[in-house]
């Protein structure tokens, strides 16, 4: 055997170990492939949440659902409700999923933590929600809602949620937003531009996912 073989074997069984572990960690870290994409329902797109979902402190017309649905092109339908908690989101469920939505945007979780209820309890009621829409045929967008705490106790609760349920995450919807008057109505919800920064956001990570969405019915 050569100098330069040896030299080449040498290189291979150094790299190799590093190349499994990189290929390994690529495998488990990347984000599972979402439960229903392509959706199988034909319903409506659905925004289910709370008040930050009915659009609270924006004008008529620029809640993060109408302006998300002006720039994908394909109508929402706004089933948010100020105050609600992700209990009371499982009581309004069968009206949700009744019509098999095709995608939902799901964003329960801020009254939660205001409410001070437990952290487990919530996700429990989200889990059950989005399996529930699962069954449905509905592809689900789990929106994260950070803590009322000085540190986020949601962020990664929330982020292993998405995992398990194999749902696409947007972590954190005032992210970019918060404490920023410019973007705020109050303390806790966006003021017009804040919706649209919010909307924006989204409309990123939708599109890699329906790509074929504005102008095109078959991809609503």
Same mark, same amino acid.
């Given at each position: 055997?050569?100098?330069?073989?040896?030299?080449?074997?040498?290189?291979?069984?150094?790299?190799?170990?590093?190349?499994?572990?990189?290929?390994?960690?690529?495998?488990?870290?990347?984000?599972?492939?979402?439960?229903?994409?392509?959706?199988?329902? =034909?319903?409506?797109?659905?925004?289910?949440?709370?008040?930050?979902?009915?659009?609270?402190?924006?004008?008529?017309?620029?809640?993060?659902?109408? !302006?998300? @649905?002006?720039?994908?092109?394909?109508?929402?339908?706004?089933?948010?409700?100020?105050?609600? =908690?992700?209990?009371?989101?499982?009581?309004?469920?069968?009206?949700?999923?009744?019509?098999?939505?095709?995608?939902?945007?799901?964003?329960?979780?801020?009254?939660?933590?205001?409410?001070?209820?437990?952290?487990?309890?919530?996700?429990?009621?989200?889990?059950?929600?989005?399996?529930? !829409?699962?069954?449905?045929? @509905?592809?689900?967008?789990?929106?994260?809602?950070?803590?009322?705490?000085?540190?986020?106790?949601?962020?990664?609760?929330?982020?292993?949620?998405?995992?398990?349920?194999?749902?696409?995450?947007?972590?954190?919807?005032?992210?970019?937003?918060?404490?920023?008057?410019?973007?705020? @109505?109050?303390?806790?919800?966006?003021?017009?531009?804040?919706?649209?920064?919010?909307?924006?956001?989204?409309?990123?990570?939708?599109?890699?996912?329906?790509?074929?969405?504005?102008?095109?019915?078959?991809?609503?």
């Amino acid at each position: 055997m050569s100098a330069a073989d040896m030299t080449l074997k040498r290189l291979v069984w150094i790299l190799a170990p590093a190349l499994i572990a990189a290929l390994l960690y690529w495998l488990i870290s990347r984000p599972p492939v979402p439960i229903n994409l392509p959706p199988t329902a =034909t319903g409506p797109w659905i925004a289910f949440g709370d008040s930050l979902t009915e659009g609270y402190g924006a004008t008529e017309g620029n809640a993060y659902p109408a !302006l998300l @649905s002006r720039s994908l092109g394909v109508p929402i339908l706004n089933l948010g409700v100020s105050g609600d =908690t992700s209990a009371d989101g499982l009581k309004r469920l069968d009206a949700v999923a009744r019509p098999q939505p095709r995608v939902v945007l799901l964003c329960l979780g801020g009254n939660d933590a205001l409410n001070q209820m437990p952290q487990a309890r919530t996700l429990a009621n989200l889990g059950a929600i989005i399996d529930r !829409l699962h069954a449905e045929g @509905s592809f689900v967008v789990l929106i994260g809602i950070r803590s009322a705490s000085l540190h986020d106790r949601n962020g990664k609760a929330f982020a292993r949620l998405a995992r398990e349920k194999r749902v696409l995450y947007v972590p954190d919807f005032l992210k970019g937003l918060a404490f920023k008057p410019v973007y705020m @109505s109050d303390a806790i919800h966006p003021n017009d531009e804040g919706y649209k920064r919010f909307a924006e956001r989204l409309e990123k990570v939708l599109r890699p996912f329906f790509p074929r969405l504005t102008g095109d019915p078959a991809a609503r």
